[in-house]
T-cell receptor, first 111, second 112 residues
Framework: DGGITQSPKYLFRKEGQNVTLSCEQN?????MYWYRQDPGQGLRLIYY???????QKGDIAEGYSVSREKKESFPLTVTSAQKNPTAFYLC??????????FGAGTRLSVL | QKEVEQNSGPLSVPEGAIASLNCTYS??????FFWYRQYSGKSPELIMF????GDKEDGRFTAQLNKASQYVSLLIRDSQPSDSATYLC????????????FGQGTTLQVKP
């Protein structure tokens, strides 16, 4: 069953804590993306990776970090430097033609 | 700053009517255009993409693109209550990175 799997579905972060959001795809897509969505807003790009072992900052990368050690996986770490992390986080992947498909998302809240 | 603009709505139409959703973009170099549907609390789902000027039809959905006016629209014929959602317009950033720029979305309400 091909698709993009994000976990966990819900995540709570304590102040000063780093948390990691998982994104795994079995679509054999080269490119992967992380977006943040705030209530009533569109999607804002955090980081993206077009190929394994390479990634680029998006529009709002401060306070976040990523890695791309495997084609299938693109985890996002929300660091303690991100002072307003409460949001809906969406991972997407693409095989070309700029067509992106999304996972189900992770909802992050601050305790 | 490249921008994609949508009217946030809500756009309210009666069941069976045609819903017209509009989007303008700032980057004349953009080549690919997408419409995503997002139900409340869920992730975006791709419903249409268009690359060339003109109309592209898929079932009850028609995407229209006018690059000269930097305008893309989505028409939904025979609107159903199940079409009630937020529709996100996305445009490529024309830098060959695969990046998309999203509008803030238009909320559509289809009333029975």
């Amino acid at each position: 069953d091909g698709g993009i799997t994000q976990s966990p579905k819900y995540l709570f972060r304590k102040e000063g804590q780093n948390v990691t959001l998982s994104c795994e795809q079995n679509l054999n897509h080269d490119a992967m993306y992380w977006y943040r969505q705030d209530p009533g807003q569109g999607l804002r790009l955090i980081y993206y990776s077009q190929i394994v072992n390479d990634f680029q900052k998006g529009d709002i990368a401060e306070g976040y970090s990523v890695s791309r050690e495997k084609k299938e996986s693109f985890p996002l770490t929300v660091t303690s430097a991100q002072k307003n992390p409460t949001a809906f986080y969406l991972c997407a992947s693409s095989s070309g033609g700029n067509i992106q498909y999304f996972g189900a998302g992770t909802r992050l809240s601050v305790l | 700053q490249k921008e994609v603009e949508q009217n946030s709505g809500p756009l309210s139409v009666p069941e069976g009517a045609i819903a017209s959703l509009n989007c303008t973009y700032s980057d004349r170099g953009s080549q690919s255009f997408f419409w995503y549907r997002q139900y409340s609390g869920k992730s975006p789902e791709l419903i249409m993409f268009i690359y060339s000027n003109g109309d592209k039809e898929d079932g009850r959905f028609t995407a229209q693109l006018n690059k000269a006016s930097q305008y893309v629209s989505l028409l939904i014929r025979d609107s159903q209550p199940s079409d009630s959602a937020t529709y996100l317009c996305a445009v490529d950033g024309s830098s060959n990175t695969g990046k998309l720029i999203f509008g803030q979305g238009t909320t559509l309400q289809v009333k029975p």
